[in-house]
């Protein structure tokens, strides 16, 4: 298993501004993830955070909005940059251990409001 | 691409009676995870129980436990003697199990489920 601390848990933000996301797992994972769960929607993958080089993101996510760094194998951050209102939602941090693991684990989630 | 329909949005429950949430999938991968998880109001994913396509035998975790129909593509999940504390929105996940780029989950629409005291 993973135990993965992401933080902030919540913020309130003003629009234009941005915030960086923290996501820090106990134990070298293989791989992780960032997901967006709009309001009472289900979740979408924004992007795979490669370790030592540029994420791969999804369609309809791109690097100038949705920066991310993996600088190694623990420890992940996402930029949500020049917020809209659209952008309120929660993120959530996800890791599948490294092995032959099934299961993915996942962060607390951030909900993140744009005022 | 695979897709994950669940076609409940909500469904409700008795306290101490059994349900069935149900959920579909399309892939054309023969090797593959598929998983419940739970979102209680906390936010918190919080895996419920898991399947491997490759084993026939339908998982059992407690309480929970699936229907696993390969060929129908079909993925239920019931839930005995329903508590309380069961409350909360579940969503079906599909996983690759190839992993490199396809380690993501594939998530339903998720369902909402109350349990009525």
């Known amino acids: 298993s993973a135990v993965i601390s992401q933080k902030p848990s919540r913020d309130i933000c003003q629009r234009g501004t941005s915030l960086t996301i923290q996501c820090q797992v106990d134990?070298?994972?293989?791989?992780m993830f960032w997901y967006r769960q709009q309001p009472g929607q289900s979740l979408t993958l924004i992007a795979t955070a490669n370790q030592g080089s540029e994420a791969t993101y999804e369609s309809g996510f791109v690097i100038d909005k949705f920066p991310i760094s993996r600088p190694n194998l623990t420890f992940s951050t996402l930029t949500v940059s020049n917020m809209s209102p659209e952008d309120s939602s929660i993120y959530l941090c996800?890791?599948?251990?490294?092995?032959?693991?099934?299961?993915?684990?996942f962060g607390q989630g951030t909900r993140l409001t744009v005022v | 691409a695979q897709t994950v329909t669940q076609s409940q949005p909500e469904m409700s429950v008795q306290e101490a009676e059994t349900v069935t949430l149900s959920c579909t999938y399309d892939t054309s991968e023969s090797d593959y995870y598929l998983f419940w998880y739970k979102q209680p109001p906390s936010r918190q994913m919080i895996l419920v129980i898991r399947?491997?396509?490759?084993?026939?035998q339908n998982a059992t975790e407690n309480r929970f436990s699936v229907n696993f129909q390969k060929a129908a593509k079909s993925f239920s999940l019931k839930i005995s003697d329903s508590q309380l504390g069961d409350a909360a929105m579940y969503f079906c996940?599909?996983?690759?199990?190839?992993?490199?780029?396809?380690?993501?989950?594939?998530f339903g629409k998720g369902t909402k489920l109350s349990v009525k005291p």
């Open positions: 399947q491997e396509a490759y084993k026939q």
């Open positions: 134990s070298q994972v293989t791989m």
């Open positions: 996940a599909y996983r690759s199990s190839y992993g490199g780029s396809q380690g993501n989950l594939i």
């Open positions: 996800s890791v599948l251990p490294t092995g032959r693991v099934a299961e993915a684990f």
